[in-house]
């Protein structure tokens, strides 16, 4: 570990257990934030320490607490990724091919690192190991930056990666303020006969014809992979832009990094006077397994995706006229780690913007088989009062979804909770991932345990929570 001394010629990071109360006690620390981390069964914060002062404050605050690492940080050339094993069900890990073993993927790493280094290293000089930090759940690597943003086609079947973000931000968490609206709404959270009726029109054809479109079983769109870097990505968020247009929204397709499919972000305006604004969200891209460029992603995300879609059909359907902002956003680069919802979340903030609440939908659609039809709500990260509104409202509009907490962590709403914006997420099980098709080439939605029904109940959810926010009326028939 580099010592206090070493602080005033190299840059340190500081890996810590999550705790805000200590952390905003820290200026030094609470402006140099990279982000929250799933470390094993806890949650890490990671910063950058840019003075000796700030390291002393961190190793007389934090390093005596476990797990914590001090660690050194990598020159201006490599990027950092943050890889962590995904709470998956034992029977996955028991019953399906995993692809190549994390070991081999950074051993791999490591000769790649060796190789581009050793021509300008002196002959008593050593190649710096690409890994900073590892525990058998977790591992923190600098790698160039080429790699980055391709790490995640390596990596075996349950390990995700995350890219950690370039610069450091403040440090922020989700205010009294801006969750009041929301408490008030819960607070006072009845039935509905509007919002039924509005939310029960939503249509399942619909929805098993936007999907069979998405992964290309339809034999008509003609995609192969909605993986970010692929052509089938920009047809899908063409062909999503389009089609949220048709339902009244304005859409614009927006790149947030070289090389990445965009975000697609659709906006009904509000019909009252209104700075406050609603997200409802899903993902686009996929993931396939691994050495195929197959990546249906029929339940990871097309799932949230046609949830998405289905509820901007229903708002054209009924004529629903919003009294407060809603953008529907289905966002790309979040199987690299929230890239897309990362861009748009700072974007958010650095505009000041009022967003009342965020929900993603990721992965809605897969029942175990003897399971009941369920809700899954964040253990970890998410804004409590959200997660609440929305488990309540599950109970007066979809109460046949068995709701309860999912170890399963984190989608893009990960990105809007880091800028301090209250959000949550809905996932399809109370408990870890058993899909048994997970970042695998055989998720499509004609498949044993894609339950279409399930995936409707979650998107009256959904849309009901902002309906319920939002206000809305019905507009007159012409």
Same mark, same amino acid.
């Given at each position: ?49 840019? %003075? ?5 404050? $961190? ?35 028991? *019953? ?78 989700? *205010? ?53 870097? *692929? ?5 899908? $968020? ?42 409802? *969200? ?47 956003? %289905? ?148």
């Amino acid at each position: 570990m580099p010592t206090i001394q070493a602080a005033a010629g190299l840059g340190l990071l500081l890996l810590a257990p999550l705790n805000s109360t200590l952390f905003l006690e820290a200026p030094c620390l609470s402006q140099n934030f990279l982000g929250h981390y799933r470390n094993g069964e806890t949650t890490s914060s990671l910063f950058r320490l840019e %003075t000796p002062d700030c390291v002393q404050v $961190a190793s007389n605050s934090y390093l005596s607490q476990e797990p914590n690492a001090l660690l050194a940080a990598p020159s201006s050339e490599k990027r950092l990724v943050w890889i962590e094993h995904e709470s998956v069900d034992p029977s996955l890990l028991r *019953s399906t091919h995993q692809g190549p073993l994390l070991d081999d993927v950074l051993d791999a790493l490591s000769a790649r690192n060796r190789d581009e280094t050793q021509q300008t290293l002196s002959t008593t000089e050593s190649p710096a190991s690409p890994i900073l930090y590892r525990t058998d759940t977790s591992v923190l690597v600098a790698l160039p930056s080429e790699e980055v943003f391709t790490i995640d086609t390596r990596l075996p079947r349950f390990w995700k990666s995350t890219i950690v973000p370039e610069s450091p931000s403040a440090y922020r968490v989700v *205010s009294d303020d801006s969750v009041e609206r929301v408490r008030r709404v819960l607070s006072e959270l009845k039935f509905s006969p509007a919002v039924a009726s509005v939310v029960n029109n939503i249509s399942i054809p619909h929805i098993q014809n936007d999907i069979r479109f998405l992964t290309g079983e339809d034999g008509q769109s003609g995609i192969v992979s909605r993986h970010s870097f *692929s052509p089938g990505a920009r047809t899908a $968020a063409n062909w999503i832009k389009n089609r949220i247009e048709e339902t009244g929204a304005k859409c614009r397709l927006e790149n947030f990094r070289l090389g990445f499919a965009p975000n697609v972000i659709c906006r009904y305006a509000s019909i009252v006077d209104s700075n406050d604004t609603i997200i409802l *969200s899903g993902h686009y891209d996929s993931r396939g397994s691994f050495g195929s460029v197959r990546a249906p992603g029929g339940n990871d995300d097309g799932s949230g995706t046609t949830g998405i879609l289905s509820i901007a059909r229903t708002i054209a359907r009924k004529r629903i006229r919003f009294h407060t902002n809603l953008e529907l956003v %289905t966002f790309a680069g979040e199987e690299q780690g929230l890239v897309g919802s990362d861009a748009y979340a700072r974007q958010l903030r650095a505009q000041d913007a009022s967003i009342v609440l965020m929900i993603q939908a990721d992965m809605t659609a897969y029942r175990a088989p003897d399971e009941p039809l369920q809700l899954g709500l964040p253990e970890r990260i998410g804004t409590p009062e959200v997660t609440a509104l929305v488990g309540n409202i599950s109970a007066l509009y979809s109460p046949e979804l068995t709701v309860g907490y999912s170890s399963a962590c984190c989608s893009d709403h990960q990105s809007f909770i880091t800028q301090g914006f209250p959000a949550s997420q809905v996932f399809e099980r109370a408990g870890p991932i058993a899909d048994p098709m997970y970042h695998n080439s055989g998720d499509l939605s004609e498949r044993v345990g894609y339950d279409v029904n399930q995936l409707y109940a979650i998107a009256k959810v959904q849309f009901a929570t902002a309906l319920h926010v939002a206000g809305f009326e019905i507009a007159d028939s012409e």
